[in-house]
């Protein structure tokens, strides 16, 4: 985990104002460029869907859009198990379950297919940043309106100040690094 949180002090830009006045994106896309540190953030994120021996404990990883997608899937592959997206309102192409949600800069809605997550299965949520909590809040309950069971979250960056952690106090929680 040293070794992600090194690439991303070094690797993560802030933008400002973006996407609106007052708000400072935070730019992954530099880390996501260099194979080392993109390499070293999949194993780090994917040590949240192991045990204590190092086994894969869950059976799909859920990964939001859409930046979340992009760690998401490599960590489904590096513990062995199903990916699946939840996306933006209108973008799936067959029933889909729905949940709305404030984020910190406006109001969103997700969607998960009805079959994407099979009763019982074990899911670890990953997203590239904590912010209000109000995405993974949504995404679990999206899970568990399919019967899934949601071990915990493991996100590149947890935003600290917007206490996004209080929404999901109950999951285990990863975080890379934390401003």
């Known amino acids: 985990m040293l070794r992600a949180r090194g690439a991303l002090d070094k690797l993560v830009v802030d933008v400002q104002d973006f996407p ?22 999949v194993v780090a994120l994917a040590q949240a869907g192991r045990d204590a021996d190092g086994r894969p404990v869950v059976d799909k990883v859920v990964g939001m859009e859409a930046r979340g997608f992009i760690l998401a899937a490599p960590v489904a592959l590096a513990l062995g198990a199903g990916f699946v997206p939840v996306r933006k309102a209108g973008k799936l192409p067959r029933g889909a379950h729905a949940e709305s949600f404030a984020l910190e800069y406006g109001e969103a809605t997700l969607e998960l297919h009805h079959d994407a997550v099979a009763p019982g299965d074990r899911v670890l949520l990953v997203d590239d940043v904590l912010a209000t909590g109000g ?10 309106t399919c019967g899934g069971i949601v071990t915990g979250l493991a996100v590149l960056m947890e935003i600290a100040f ?17 401003i």
């Open 20 to 41: 609106t006045p007052g708000v400072v994106f935070k730019d992954i896309t530099p880390v996501l460029a260099d194979h080392a540190a993109f390499e070293a953030v």
């Open 162 to 178: 917007l206490e996004g952690r209080g929404l999901v106090s109950d999951l285990p929680c990863t975080a890379l690094l934390t």
């Open 135 to 144: 995405t993974a809040a949504a995404t679990r309950r999206l899970v568990e």
